[in-house]
């Protein structure tokens, strides 16, 4: 199997696991001093695309110590299982809150098949294997863990969702930021640079907790950030301005929404409308130059479960 992957500085490599198109999701590979570490896995079936970059780099199974996971949704976290079936001394690194998920992932399993249905579960994601308790460790907030001497620390970065940590290169000062820094597709990068959009995914989103998060990661002055969705950018003071302008934006969207709505219409429709509404003319600002049928083949998925957990947070609020 070829894998496509982007190499970038500190022996930081980008595996790109082509969750239904090139450049969405990535699972990040570490090398240091003759070991390596993964940091986000891929659905289950993109376990193969990461071992066969691990032979094409001439790595072996053995060197991986840890693979680290930033939250259990199954294009960060699905694949960890498969991958340590095959890494036999990685152990995996897993928030608190969702290490029960990955030594029993059927509930985990059945969310996302009510989310995604049955037909792309089974081709698109795979079905996630368990993982061995013995094999796990829950990571606190500031837990310190090395790589031949490279220090990476876990940081609780709950807004998103409940179970979810970043990771904090210490000497190659980058973050590694799941879903809490947002998405950043290559495809949306013009000469104004990258543009950011935020995560507001079911089932968790929180928006007060998110923006701290955000500050918190801000604070740490980090030279770069490695976004699962996609790739690895500097300007990481500006990116996160645009983040948190845009968090704000997309929960006075959904305010509004919550205003108009009636029992006879479908809250998420609507705020599916809106965010596309709201979308399209913040990329033509930032000088995109993509037509609406190549936005809306790029950012649908997205659009659609931005507006669920728009909903989701509206209906516990």
């Known amino acids: 199997m070829t894998a496509h992957t982007i190499d970038y500085p500190g022996g930081t490599t980008a595996i790109d696991t082509e969750l239904g198109r090139r450049r969405h999701t990535a699972a990040w590979l570490l090398e240091q001093a003759g070991r390596a570490a993964l940091i986000e896995t891929g659905v289950p079936l993109a376990a193969g695309r990461v071992l066969a970059v691990l032979e094409q780099r001439g790595i072996a199974r053995e060197a991986v110590d840890w693979v680290f ?82 220090v990476l620390q876990t940081l609780d970065t709950p807004g998103h969702a409940r179970h979810h940590y970043c990771l904090w290169d210490v000497q190659a000062r980058q973050l590694f930021t799941g879903d809490t820094f947002g998405l950043c597709y290559p495809e949306l990068t013009t000469e104004r640079g990258p543009f950011v959009l935020p995560t507001t995914t079911p089932t968790q989103f ?30 990481v003071a500006q990116l996160g301005a645009d983040l948190l302008q845009r968090l704000d934006q997309l929960v006075a969207l959904a305010e509004g929404v919550a205003a108009e709505a009636t029992p006879s219409i479908d809250r998420t429709e609507l705020l599916a409308g809106a965010i596309r509404g709201w979308l399209w003319p913040a990329l033509d600002d930032h000088g995109c130059r993509l037509d609406d049928a190549e936005r809306q083949h790029l950012l649908a998925m997205d659009i659609e479960l931005n507006a669920q957990g728009l909903a989701c947070w509206l209906e516990r609020r």
């Not at 792309?120 to 013995?134: K, L, N, Q, T």
């Not at 007060?208 to 604070?219: D, F, G, T, V, Y």
């Open 69 to 150: 996971i930033t939250h259990i949704h199954l294009d960060h976290g699905g694949g960890a299982g498969a991958l340590l079936a095959a890494l036999p001394n990685a152990r995996l690194v897993v928030h608190p809150s969702g290490a029960r998920h990955m030594v029993d992932p059927s509930r985990l399993m059945a969310s996302a098949t009510a989310v995604y249905g049955e037909a792309v579960m089974r081709s698109v994601y795979g079905e996630m294997v368990p993982v061995d308790p013995a094999r796990l460790i829950e990571a606190h907030d500031g837990d310190r863990f090395e790589l031949a001497g490279r």
């Open 206 to 235: 929180d928006p007060a907790a998110l923006r701290a998060s955000i500050e918190r990661l801000l604070a740490l002055e980090a030279e770069a950030v490695c976004f699962t969705h996609f790739g690895r950018y500097g300007g």
